[in-house]
């Protein structure tokens, strides 16, 4: 590995820490706060419902910003966006507000988040092949994924404790603190390697022409269509499962106010998202292509979720996430890497935060639906709603397959 290529995958491992580190603090509180702040089930992740209606707005302008203006000013943006946002969630629940503010501040939130979807993957890529790195990227991402996790892990535990010892509020005044830290840092070590800002025009020309772009590459190309269509039903899904988690594992315990279990669930997600980031390469080696393993998650995943709906006991529940949370964390590398693969250097930005708008997109229907079922029929049921939805996935990764792109098997490209 060059020194440049040593340089760039250290300040990427440091942006994902301090990113997650940041992210986690409310992983483990966020629907303990919705819902201390007067807000039913339905309404708490039809805030959620919100924020990700955010990332579908804004996923494909600020990923056009990455391609024009450079990932590093994407990334500075989203931070500041994202500092503030928090901030005045935290101000939301201090007053009390009503919903419609919640709803708004939600997309606010949603908007940060996207300044860094696509923009930090982005400059990895394009950094490292101008470093000269030419290996498979599975292992690079495996890697990011095992810092995310003890960041999460860290992150989450910490939460649920300032929660516990303080008050619902304190792990956002922290977040706010840990990303204006990490501004610092980007602004320090983050250099455009390998990318070349495209011709400054009118601002509608260059988001047409990127745009159309990346249209043609993304949704135009059948593989990364195909994948990209299946993104609303396991990110919807997933993003539910995560937070419902959070009372459910508490209403299974037998107490609403142990703040300390509820970081519990995000600290266990934490923990397989680092060995799953262990295993994502050795699992690449077991299959000859990228998209067996993606198919094997999907199925075995929606049925751990069913199972996660039906059992009674904390012990078994905490199991059954271990067991979801290792599924995912396995192949997100690996599901990283081939698209990666499929997407050229000049549309790279903004067709990975159009992914992300898809996956958004489920979140945005799929969150406040499974939230009112959890309001009618309670947590369990809804998991196994869940689970049939995820299930949906796998045709489209199926038609992925079938159109057997080079990288599918190619791991060195």
């Known amino acids: 590995m060059s020194p440049l290529a040593r340089r760039v995958q250290r300040t990427y491992l440091v942006l994902v820490l301090g990113n997650t580190l940041a992210a986690s603090f409310i992983w483990g509180v966020n629907t303990l706060f919705l819902l201390d702040a007067g807000l039913t089930n339905l309404e708490a992740f039809a805030a959620n419902a919100f924020f990700t209606a955010g990332m579908v707005l804004f996923e494909v302008p600020t990923g056009v910003v990455a391609d024009t203006w450079g990932r590093r000013a994407s990334y500075l943006l989203g931070t500041a966006v994202l500092a503030v946002t928090t901030y005045l969630y935290y101000l939301l629940w201090a007053w009390s507000s009503p919903f419609w ?71 956002y005044l922290v977040r706010v603190g840990t990303l204006v830290v990490m501004a610092v840092v980007a602004a320090v070590f983050m250099r455009d390697h390998g990318f070349v800002p495209q011709a400054r025009t009118t601002p509608g020309r260059t988001v047409r022409s990127v745009l159309t772009a990346s249209l043609r590459h993304g949704l135009g190309n059948p593989p990364v269509r195909w994948l990209m269509l299946a993104a609303p039903f396991t990110s919807g899904v997933g993003i539910y499962a995560f937070y419902a988690m959070q009372p459910h594992l508490l209403a299974l315990y037998g107490s609403d106010r142990l703040y300390g279990v509820a970081g519990l669930a995000a600290a266990v997600i934490a923990g397989s998202q680092m060995l799953g980031g262990l295993l994502a390469p050795r699992v690449r080696r077991l299959v000859a292509r990228r998209t ?120 060195t490209r």
């Open 101 to 171: 503010a919640w709803a708004l501040v939600s997309v606010l939130l949603g908007l940060g988040f996207t300044f860094f979807s696509g923009a930090v993957e982005a400059w990895l890529v394009d950094a490292m092949r101008a470093a000269g790195w030419t290996a498979s990227l599975e292992p690079v991402f495996g890697r990011a994924q095992v810092v995310g996790g003890a960041a999460m892990l860290m992150g989450s535990v910490a939460g649920g404790f300032l929660a516990q010892v303080g008050t619902l509020g304190l792990p």
């Open 292 to 411: 067996t393993a993606l198919l094997v998650a999907g199925v075995a995943g929606s049925a751990v979720l069913a199972l996660l709906g039906v059992v009674t006991t904390f012990a078994a529940a905490l199991l059954l996430l271990v067991a979801w949370g290792l599924l995912q964390a396995a192949v997100t590398p690996i599901r990283q890497a081939y698209l990666n693969d499929l997407v050229p250097s000049g549309q790279r930005a903004t067709v990975l935060s159009f992914d992300s708008l898809m996956g958004s997109s489920g979140g945005v229907v799929v969150q406040p639906a499974l939230g009112r079922a959890a309001d009618v029929w309670g947590y369990g049921p809804s998991y196994v709603i869940g689970a049939a939805i995820q299930l949906l996935a796998v045709p489209f990764i199926a038609l992925s397959r079938r159109e057997a792109p080079a990288a599918d098997r190619d791991v």
